[in-house]
């Protein structure tokens, strides 16, 4: 009886593919081992999922496995499993799920297979490791004539002035043809490309002194012991998830730490996911300083080479625990005991391209296939892990006090900004007890924290004499304006930039304002107002990964007086002494047309006031609003989280919304208006059509224009599906979903199951 084996290949198909197994490869042929295969003309790198004994249908002719690339499996089987499971919830092809996990191809596999006379050139376009040196592209300072730059080089060009020289294997993650991109932009003299050798992983780059595990306190001796218990029941098929819920600065990490060693010490490996690795440093170093290096850190910033070599030693158990962003889930780390997410209500656990899984939700679904304990950790929980644990699936563990025993919460302020003006400087986002308050911090040789979220120098350019804002022409967003790019407009999603136009595009008056402050236009207003202090900026245009870091270590160094950011700031930073926080518009987060807005919101203003007052000086948060009695403003001025969460879990209850309800939410779009209203109107019908639909069992609401109505040159429409129960949204999403074969070719199509992101 011949041996079949079934292959997931990189393609956006759901399906799989039968192969034959000849003789000679049978053994090495297992699941979770990478394999060539014909597909099509051409051959390409496969997966396999099982293998099974059996003939083929009637009729049907199998190609036959060309070679194994891997002679162990590279996925294990529990994450295999894992992955299909992934797969099928998201409503994502399974070649390009597999892709997260798999690690690049060793050169040695290649030349192996080049000596089978597999075609030379077939792994060429496959990412590979060992002996090659990185290229690299960097921004010169030569500007583009007006309209020689189009699609995505102007797309890469603005990212390489944003961001300064970057790996161009990094640009292709991001743009398909960022390589030939680069090439155009370098035969222009706008950037040049170098090619040499990686630097080492600067999270490894120095030897971090080993700690001393400090006494805990009473609820943090009462967590370690719930967890404890946990571990020891992991190995007889039994898994446990908990929310560790403990405000700023009342020692979650130290909570971690103790965590994974207690499953270190039964043999099993760890997972530790964060939001963004390369603003968590501090995190890193402490996880060091317990552990060594046992432990591999997976971020975007690795060269293939580091990745792989990461990938390698957990994979082998090198190393037993591994600790990265959203990716990190799938970590090949042997016999799994243990998965921490940290800041678990962070949106940026969700992927927003390609495969979008919510990785805090896949951490609890890979814990329990593993027989693993999950622990989920946040000072401001979500409302889904909070509507969890009373549904009795996540066990709540309380840290209520700030570690340091001297520490207490800040003190939090409301400003008016309805009845309070400006201070010295004019501008009323730097409100007068605000300018008092950054003042006395000064003298006193204390740091400030202030808080925009808003980028670039003036977040609009508008015409005094018409009022016409100008707007990105591609996008429905407002182009910002940006001092320190040499005075040019961008938009901020589809990262086009021109100069500023000498006159109004509408009316040709020449009178243009810069309306409204940005991050750029505070750091300048405060340097002027406050000529001693030392004031620096923390958001995307000034830093990114090292140089988000160094910033940071300057703050940490007393190098820095007043720090400047966005929501970069926010990120569970420990700065001793920071005294003083300033929230400049708490009314942007709240506003916006999102039914998770109050929550996000919230959670931003709580997290940023946690940066103050960390240690033994008093903190002090000033939040600025023209709307200070709205319940999000005063719940957080009164440090209750669960106040909040109560009230915000009642008013989700009246409407219906998550966590209440399960969405899948149909993007759509294309560059024709109506081509992609058509589209939307097609895959509504089919939900509307199916059972679930018909019988009201599933909501289904649009098709209807989003709210960012044009993105990238491209309209686009929405259509959201909502339900009580999971299975019957899993039905409908599915019978929208078979419409989309249907769809003209030039709709582009996406199906995104618990969307975070509604815009």
Sequence with gaps: MPLLCEVAVPVPLARAFSYEVPPALAASVRPGARVLVEFGRKKVLGVVLATSEGAAPEGVRLKPIAAVVDPEPVLPPELLSFLRELSSYYFAPIGEVLRLALPAVEREDVRALEAQGELPGTLSRVKQVGGRKIA???????????????????????????????????????????????????????????????????????????????????????????????????????????????????????????????????????????????????????FRARFGDDLAVLHSGLSEADRHAMWKRVRTGAVRVAIGARSAIFAPVANLGLILVDEEHDGSFKQEEGVRYHARDMALLRAHRASAVAVLG????????????????????????????????????????????????????ISLPLHRALEKTLAAGEQAILFLNRRGFAPSVVCESCGHVATCLACSVALTFHRARGGRMRCHYCDWEGPMPAACSECRAPALALEGLGTERLEETIAEAFPTARVARLDRDVADGAKAEAILAK??????????????????????????????????????????????????????????GRRDRPGRVLIQTRNPEQPAVQFAKRHDVSAFLEHELADRAEV?????????????????????????????????????????????????????????????????????????????????????????RRVRVVVDVDPVAML
């Design 136 to 286: 690299y592209a960097r921004p010169t300072d030569a500007v583009e004539e007006p309209g020689v730059l189009r699609g995505q080089a102007a797309s890469v060009l603005a990212l390489l002035r944003s961001n300064g020289e970057m790996p161009i294997a990094r640009l292709e993650e991001k743009f398909g043809n960022a390589r030939a991109a680069v090439k155009k932009l370098a035969s222009l003299g706008l950037v040049v490309t170098e090619e040499r050798e990686p630097p080492r992983d600067a999270f490894f780059a120095r030897p971090e002194p080993r700690d001393e595990p400090p006494v805990l306190n009473e609820a943090q001796s009462a967590a370690e012991a719930r967890i404890e218990e946990a571990l020891q029941g992991i190995g007889a098929q039994k898994s446990a998830a908990f929310l560790l819920f403990g405000v700023t600065g009342s020692g979650k990490t130290e909570v971690y730490l103790r965590a994974i060693a207690g499953c270190l010490a039964r043999g099993r490996g760890a997972i530790v996911m964060v939001p963004e690795i390369a603003l968590t440093p501090q995190l890193v170093a402490r």
């Design 555 to 612: 703050m940490r160094a007393g190098e820095i007086d007043v720090l400047v950011g966005t929501q970069m700031v926010t990120k569970g930073h420990d700065l001793g002494n920071v005294t003083l926080v300033g929230v400049l518009n708490a009314d942007a987060a709240l506003s916006l047309p999102d039914f998770r807005a109050s929550e996000r919101g919230f959670q931003l203003l709580v997290q940023v006031a946690g940066r103050a």
């Design 656 to 744: 219906g919304y998550p966590p209440f309800s399960r969405l899948a939410l149909f993007r759509v779009d294309a560059l024709d208006e109506e081509v992609a209203r058509r589209a939307a109107g097609v895959i509504a019908a089919h939900a509307k059509t199916s059972p679930e639909g018909q019988s009201r069992v599933v909501e289904v609401l649009g098709p209807a224009a989003a709210p960012l109505a044009r993105l990238r040159g491209r309209y686009r429409f929405r259509v959201l599906l909502r339900a009580k129960d999971r299975r019957a949204l899993r039905a409908a999403t599915a019978a929208a979903a078979a419409a989309i074969p249907e769809i003209d």
């Design 378 to 429: 946040s000072a401001t929980p979500s409302l889904e892990s909070v509507h969890l644990v009373r549904q009795g699936k996540l066990v709540e563990l309380r840290l209520p006090d700030r570690a340091h025993r001297e520490a207490t919460l800040p003190e939090v302020t409301t400003v008016d900004l309805r009845r309070i003006g400006a201070g010295p400087t004019g501008n009323k986002l």
